[in-house]
């Protein structure tokens, strides 16, 4: 693994993310609530471009007739089918078993780095 050094930490504010290509992956690194997290921009369903989609948030389990929404900025919905998934943990809220590419994120002396 080589940590790769991509940008400066301010460049991606919360709640925004931002692409970088490393080693011939398309990879998106998200600001959720401070935190970064890296994922493979590719969808395990079928392939999409999965960091093209919104960053959402989503319905909560609840009772019958009940929805409540949350995860607000945590979530990031496939723009092919609306698979979504949990940016943090990289599983899918659709499929359980499906679960997203992460890398490390290094965050240090004010610079991002992606362990690749
Ligand atoms: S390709 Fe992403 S949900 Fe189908």
């Not at 969808?43 to 949350?70: D, F, I, M, N, R």
């Not at 496939?78 to 979504?84: L, R, Y």
């Not at 002396?109 to 362990?115: A, C, L, R």
Request: glycine share 12%.
């Amino acid at each position: 693994m080589t940590v790769h050094y991509v940008d400066e930490a301010g460049q991606i504010p919360e709640g925004q993310h931002r692409m970088y290509e490393i080693d011939g992956k398309s990879i998106g690194v998200y600001n959720v609530k401070g935190e970064y997290y890296a994922i493979l921009n590719y969808c395990p369903h079928q392939g999409a471009q999965l960091c093209k989609g919104p960053v959402c948030g989503t319905t909560l389990l609840s009772p019958v007739y009940e929805y409540e929404y949350g995860k607000q900025g945590e979530i990031v919905r496939c723009p092919w089918h609306g698979w979504e998934f949990d940016i943090r943990t990289g599983k899918s809220l659709v499929e359980g078993k499906s679960r997203l590419r992460r890398y490390a994120v290094i965050h240090e002396n004010g610079k991002i780095g992606i362990e690749v």
